[in-house]
């Protein structure tokens, strides 16, 4: 997955607005299958569960059976046809969620080779504090970065300024 781009500025914002809301001691339900962040997340002293693969949009057994106090979503929503409908499901009180945002100066992301690595969304952060909102949460805290490249070009200039990642914490109403 992060053969030649291992996302080291992402994690080190991510993990550090996780410490800064949620207690180590709160069990996570991390939605996706286990990656490089959820053990970074279990090395920093989280106890983190994952779920299995299965398609959030068909299938959200794995979120409404769950019975950990937390769920973490990071780069997963834009995968999602619906993700008010996975929202809605979490019975968690609590919720650290981050979504990469939608650049104007790029289209939507899609993979040729891996159907899974598609954006169906792209937010802007007033379209996903709404569907937080509208799907029962309360946003308490926000964070964006930008991210990056070493490339040339017009592009790669505007990605140094313009902020790609948007992170929420946010509890059940």
């Known amino acids: 997955m992060y053969e030649n ?73 834009e995968h999602l046809l619906s993700p008010f409908t996975v929202l809605k499901s979490i019975k968690a009180s609590q919720l650290v969620a981050s979504v990469p945002l939608k650049l104007w100066f790029a289209s939507a992301y899609r993979s040729k080779t891996d159907m899974r690595d598609r954006h169906y969304h792209e937010f802007e952060d007033w379209q996903f504090d709404w569907l937080l909102e509208k799907s029962g949460w309360k946003i308490i805290a926000t964070e964006k970065w930008t991210n990056p490249t070493k490339k040339i070009g017009f592009r790669p200039l505007l990605r140094w300024f313009t902020p790609r990642y948007y992170i929420v914490y946010a509890e059940r109403v």
């Open 5 to 77: 781009s291992y996302p080291n500025k992402r994690f080190k914002h991510t993990i550090h607005f996780l410490k800064k809301h949620i207690d180590t001691s709160s069990s996570i339900l991390d939605l996706g299958v286990e990656n490089p962040f959820s053990k970074i997340m279990k090395q920093e002293g989280f106890v983190v569960s994952n779920t299995k693969g299965e398609d959030l949009d068909v299938d959200v057994s794995a979120i409404t059976n769950s019975t950990e106090k937390v769920v973490t979503a990071f780069e997963i929503f």
